[in-house]
């Protein structure tokens, strides 16, 4: 009954564990879908940023169900970046700061430094020293942990940041630094990047054949691994340079091919960009009736903006507010996983201590029998030395009866001896004690004397051993 019962136990401890291993295996498999997701997104983000958003969203919201605390941050991240591409800085970085705070949770530093380069670059066209800040503290978390393609993404967005402060000696420094790192981690997109942001230094310092020659290959590379959103900004940039060079038909093809990819990738900003470079384009050509039609457009635009920045601010307010809440429910959420695991390994220490007392008992019952088996033994032993005992007692009852016969034998034949020898020795004493005496008065002669005195002695000799002899003769009870 002992043995079924441990058994018992047995089975229902290890299907608890079981259980738990499944649930781990499960877990496992889920935070690669989540992995997946992010990585899905933030390939995407220069062909279809809404894309990248939601793949971000996919990935939040699986992570969250699962308290899983990287896969939050990055998940968080990835569509900070996808806000970034599309421009609504605000929603971005709420985002990044919400990737900032689940890394620092997660106590991982490689996520900190990519977040504080993308917080640096959203600052670039606001604040340049703000973005320097963010980027040198991006900076010193790469280099700290070695990661050359998180020094090549600062290096680049430092770049950026001279770029616009017209510091193009300090911008091209950083972005061969970058160049170099991607080249020998064989980056596929970023030394494209890094060729249209000298490119367009060039057509800055108005040196326009150099900028030319180095968009057009920009443009070919990105062309050919459809990067949508990089193709529109180089072209964008062809487009100017070939209004500056007055070759308007250049100018309207790049134009004409931008606005396509800026529609095809949902770039609002980019289009609207677009709409300026047609702009210029139609005012250098004279054309003033169709310059004035393409800055009507932008006046639009611009009012519409306006009023889409106050719906999207209450968007946002709306959205923290629901993000708040979920925040709140997943917390709760947390708490939950943590006491279902709380109970989960009270359960299995209960059982673990149950199993340890059923075997202590166990052990403790087959130690009593061995004690109970060893015991009997030992009687068994003890009984048989008592039987010696009582044997040997027995003869040495026998030996000591015999030998007080034997005594009692022996202290009657002393008593009779004594008697005997009182009476047998005292009338050869007389004899000899007389034959002194009349000695000393010259009555005998001495020769008659010494023999009868040795007639005397032989006489009581003779009765010594005589008597000696009855005394230790067994046969002999009597004088």
């Given at each position: 009954?002992?043995?079924a019962?441990?058994?018992?136990i047995i089975?229902?401890?290890?299907?608890l564990?079981?259980?738990?291993?499944d649930?781990?295996?499960d877990?496992k498999q889920?935070?690669?879908?989540?992995?997946?997701?992010?990585r899905?997104?933030?390939?995407?983000?220069f062909t279809?940023?809404?894309?990248?958003?939601?793949?971000?969203?996919q990935?939040?919201?699986?992570?969250?169900?699962?308290?899983?605390?990287?896969?939050?941050a990055?998940?968080?991240r990835?569509?900070?970046?996808?806000?970034?591409y599309?421009?609504?800085?605000?929603?971005a970085?709420?985002?990044?700061?919400?990737?900032?705070?689940?890394?620092k949770?997660?106590?991982?530093?490689?996520?900190?430094g990519?977040?504080?380069?993308?917080?640096?670059?959203?600052?670039?066209?606001?604040?340049?020293?703000?973005?320097?800040?963010?980027?040198?503290k991006?900076?010193?978390?790469?280099?700290?942990l070695?990661?050359?393609?998180?020094?090549?993404?600062?290096?680049?967005n430092m770049?950026?940041?001279?770029q616009?402060?017209k510091?193009?000696?300090?911008?091209l420094?950083?972005?061969?630094?970058?160049?170099?790192l991607?080249?020998?981690?064989?980056?596929?997109?970023?030394?494209?990047?890094?060729?249209?942001?000298?490119?367009?230094?060039?057509?800055?310092?108005?040196?326009?054949?150099?900028?030319?020659?180095?968009l057009l290959?920009?443009?070919?590379q990105?062309?050919?691994?459809?990067?949508?959103?990089?193709?529109?900004k180089?072209?964008?940039t062809?487009?100017?340079?070939?209004t500056?060079?007055?070759?308007?038909?250049e100018?309207q093809?790049?134009?004409?091919e931008?606005?396509?990819?800026?529609q095809?990738?949902?770039?609002?900003?980019?289009?609207?960009?677009?709409?300026?470079?047609?702009?210029q384009?139609?005012?250098h050509?004279?054309?003033?009736?169709?310059a004035?039609?393409?800055?009507?457009?932008?006046?639009?635009?611009?009012s519409?903006?306006q009023?889409?920045?106050?719906?999207?601010?209450?968007?946002?307010?709306?959205?923290?507010?629901?993000?708040?809440?979920?925040?709140?429910?997943?917390?709760?959420?947390?708490?939950?996983?943590?006491?279902?695991?709380?109970k989960f390994?009270?359960?299995?220490?209960?059982?673990?201590?149950?199993?340890?007392?059923?075997?202590?008992l166990?052990?403790n019952?087959r130690r009593k029998?061995?004690?109970?088996?060893?015991l009997t033994?030992?009687?068994?032993e003890?009984?048989r030395q008592k039987?010696?005992?009582?044997?040997?007692?027995?003869?040495l009852?026998?030996?000591?009866?015999?030998?007080?016969?034997?005594?009692?034998?022996k202290?009657?034949?002393?008593?009779?001896y004594?008697?005997?020898?009182s009476h047998?020795?005292r009338?050869?004493?007389?004899?000899?004690?007389?034959?002194?005496n009349?000695e000393?008065?010259?009555?005998?002669?001495?020769?008659?004397?010494?023999?009868?005195?040795?007639?005397?002695?032989?006489?009581?000799?003779?009765?010594?051993?005589?008597m000696?002899?009855?005394?230790?003769?067994?046969?002999?009870?009597?004088?």
């Amino acid at each position: 009954m002992k043995k079924a019962y441990l058994l018992l136990i047995i089975f229902l401890f290890l299907s608890l564990a079981g259980a738990h291993a499944d649930v781990a295996i499960d877990s496992k498999q889920d935070t690669a879908q989540v992995n997946l997701l992010n990585r899905q997104g933030f390939k995407i983000r220069f062909t279809d940023h809404e894309q990248t958003i939601a793949k971000g969203q996919q990935a939040l919201e699986l992570a969250q169900k699962l308290n899983y605390i990287y896969g939050i941050a990055e998940a968080y991240r990835v569509m900070g970046v996808g806000e970034a591409y599309a421009h609504n800085s605000t929603q971005a970085i709420a985002d990044y700061l919400n990737a900032l705070s689940y890394f620092k949770r997660a106590k991982d530093l490689s996520g900190q430094g990519k977040v504080y380069n993308n917080i640096g670059n959203l600052y670039l066209e606001l604040d340049y020293d703000q973005s320097l800040f963010y980027l040198q503290k991006a900076l010193a978390i790469a280099q700290q942990l070695g990661d050359n393609k998180a020094m090549a993404g600062v290096y680049l967005n430092m770049g950026n940041v001279y770029q616009q402060k017209k510091n193009f000696n300090a911008s091209l420094d950083y972005y061969n630094k970058s160049r170099d790192l991607y080249l020998k981690i064989n980056d596929p997109s970023n030394p494209i990047i890094i060729l249209q942001n000298i490119a367009i230094i060039y057509y800055k310092l108005k040196q326009y054949d150099k900028a030319e020659q180095m968009l057009l290959v920009a443009n070919k590379q990105a062309k050919s691994k459809d990067y949508n959103t990089l193709i529109a900004k180089i072209d964008l940039t062809l487009s100017s340079l070939y209004t500056e060079k007055k070759m308007y038909d250049e100018a309207q093809r790049f134009t004409d091919e931008g606005i396509g990819y800026a529609q095809q990738t949902k770039d609002a900003d980019m289009e609207a960009q677009f709409t300026y470079n047609s702009y210029q384009l139609a005012f250098h050509r004279k054309n003033y009736q169709q310059a004035m039609s393409y800055l009507h457009t932008i006046y639009v635009r611009d009012s519409t903006l306006q009023a889409d920045m106050l719906s999207s601010d209450l968007a946002l307010m709306k959205r923290q507010h629901d993000q708040q809440e979920k925040q709140r429910e997943n917390e709760l959420i947390i708490e939950r996983q943590k006491n279902d695991r709380v109970k989960f390994w009270w359960a299995v220490s209960a059982s673990g201590l149950l199993l340890i007392v059923i075997a202590l008992l166990f052990g403790n019952v087959r130690r009593k029998a061995k004690t109970n088996v060893r015991l009997t033994e030992l009687n068994s032993e003890v009984s048989r030395q008592k039987d010696n005992l009582d044997r040997i007692n027995h003869h040495l009852e026998e030996i000591i009866d015999e030998r007080t016969r034997d005594l009692q034998i022996k202290n009657k034949k002393l008593s009779e001896y004594s008697s005997y020898l009182s009476h047998q020795i005292r009338g050869p004493i007389a004899t000899l004690k007389g034959l002194m005496n009349l000695e000393k008065e010259g009555l005998v002669d001495q020769q008659e004397c010494i023999n009868m005195m040795n007639k005397c002695v032989s006489d009581i000799d003779e009765k010594i051993i005589d008597m000696t002899d009855i005394l230790h003769d067994p046969k002999r009870t009597s004088f």
